[in-house]
């Protein structure tokens, strides 16, 4: 989603593309929502289940007829991941990852707490989390929720991380997409790379775009909004050059900075093999893609959001 301002929310970012806001289809349901109430997650949708069966390889939870799968990282993709059996509706498990933002090296004994994404805008470092789980020495986090708390508003769910000599980090989750109206998530989280972002690369970052006079107005970066994504390679998690990112909204005020090899200085043309970018000023509920070539190269539109005060971070996926 993309928060435009501190007060100004719109929908949640989700890296990697990581909300999609399509709508699945009501049917057959205990409750009348289309999925069942007993056990395990059913909801009769092309859209949030796939073929495989438990048991079998996956990277994310609509390729997994239970609409699960159990996996801690997006990219690059660890090739665990499992189709299994899903939470009971309402539920949902979030898996995840916590590294650093420059070199992707896991991050251990960081506390990851999860808000509501309107919370995350107009609170971004105080806001009482819903839940919080601690990083491990891998870098891996679980923890279940139940959406259907009051406090869980239908717009998204976000990770908060903090560590000392990193910014505090904010990264989309994922949204309600099984049914908005009813504040139904996915029993899994589309986006499971929560990123942290060294304090030296938000003071690195906007120096170098102050070179441009026009970016004065939107920097120091995180003091005044600003949005840290990666473009990646799935298979290998390289940052993949050459690639565009263009908005979804033909009228867009967004500015696209990419950064040079080196990452040292910011170019308007093309992402380097450093795979970074930066956002500033998006509007809200901004779509993005990546496009090489004129064909889209994404695996899925990034929702792109941010507010002042903490560091949105997001990473879009391209697929092997």
């Known amino acids: 989603m993309i928060f435009s301002s501190k007060k100004a929310f719109t929908a949640l970012f989700f890296a990697a593309a990581l909300w999609g806001c399509d709508s699945s289809d009501d049917s057959n349901a205990s409750d009348g929502t289309g999925a069942s109430t007993d056990s395990g997650f059913d909801v009769d949708s092309d859209f949030l289940t796939g073929d495989k069966e438990n048991g079998q390889t996956c990277w994310m939870f609509d390729e997994c007829q239970s609409g699960f799968c159990s996996i801690y990282q997006g990219a690059p993709d660890p090739g665990d991941g499992v189709c299994e059996d899903a939470l009971p509706l309402g ?96 029993p899994a989280v589309r986006n499971h790379d929560v990123q942290l972002v060294p304090l030296e690369t938000v003071q690195s970052w906007s120096e170098a775009l102050g070179a441009e006079e026009a970016l004065a107005q939107y920097l120091p970066l995180v003091d005044k909004g600003g949005i840290f994504v990666s473009l990646r390679n799935v298979e290998t998690g390289q940052g993949y050059p050459g690639a565009q990112i263009v908005s979804q909204n033909p009228n867009s005020q967004a500015i696209v900075r990419y950064l040079n090899e080196g990452g040292e200085s910011f170019n308007a043309e093309a992402t380097t093999s450093t795979g970074k970018f930066v956002i500033i000023r998006p509007g809200i509920a901004e779509r993005f893609i990546g496009v090489q070539d004129g064909e889209t190269i994404t695996h899925r539109p990034g929702t792109m959001g941010g507010a002042t005060g903490a560091a949105y971070v997001n990473m879009l996926h391209v697929l092997p």
């Open 91 to 186: 539920m949902i498990r979030i898996q995840g990852n916590v590294n650093n933002f420059e070199n992707l090296e896991d991050i251990e004994g960081v506390t990851v707490e999860i808000l509501p994404a309107m919370a995350s805008v107009s609170d971004p470092t105080g806001a009482k989390p819903l839940g919080t789980a601690v990083s491990g020495a891998d870098g891996r986090f679980e923890l279940d929720l139940n959406t259907r708390e009051p406090a869980i508003v239908k717009l998204g769910l976000v990770a908060r991380a903090s560590k000392e000599g990193f910014a505090t980090s904010i990264t989309g989750l994922v949204e309600p997409e099984v049914d908005p109206a009813q504040n139904l998530f996915p």
